[in-house]
């Protein structure tokens, strides 16, 4: 059930933006893509970069409930960064915008990556993100992230209230 805080706006246009496939080449910009490899790899730039020196790290399984693909906010985190992966081996998406020091991240500087359920992203500090998504029902993920992440470093841009429409993830 939806409540005021969580309703989406009245939306006056969504506008279809394409599913990017995961690599670490495309995925650069915003973060690390953390694939299954062997045991005792040495670390190495193929690994998440992570940085939790402004607090204590929280790592946790979120479940999230059924809600579409439509992107109405993105939102980012300046102070650390943030690990996702979904529970189950499940296929997700993530909508992402390079870290800046802009209020909001233009409509046509987000980009949507299909997750493949054996893959791990972590986000750079001030990554934007939206997501995870997924279709269908509840679904559950690993987050790590700081334990007062989404209290003192949660920034969002309504997307529906800055530029009047909402992104629509198509293949």
Known sequence: ????????????????????????????????????MEDGVPFGPQDAQLDFSAGTPRFYAMRLPARGLTIHRITRHKAVTQTLASVGGK?????????????????????VFRIPGDAAVALYKGTWHAGPLFEGEEQSFFNLELADTNVVDHDTCNLIKRYGCALMPTA
């Open 91 to 111: 296929t997700w998406y993530l909508g992402v915008a390079a870290p800046g020091e802009a209020e909001a991240p233009t409509l046509e500087s987000i980009k």
């Open 1 to 36: 059930m939806s409540t005021p805080e969580t309703a989406p706006e009245a939306v006056a246009e969504t506008r279809a933006v394409p599913i990017h496939a995961l690599t670490p080449e495309a995925f650069a910009p915003f973060g690390t893509v953390v694939v299954p």
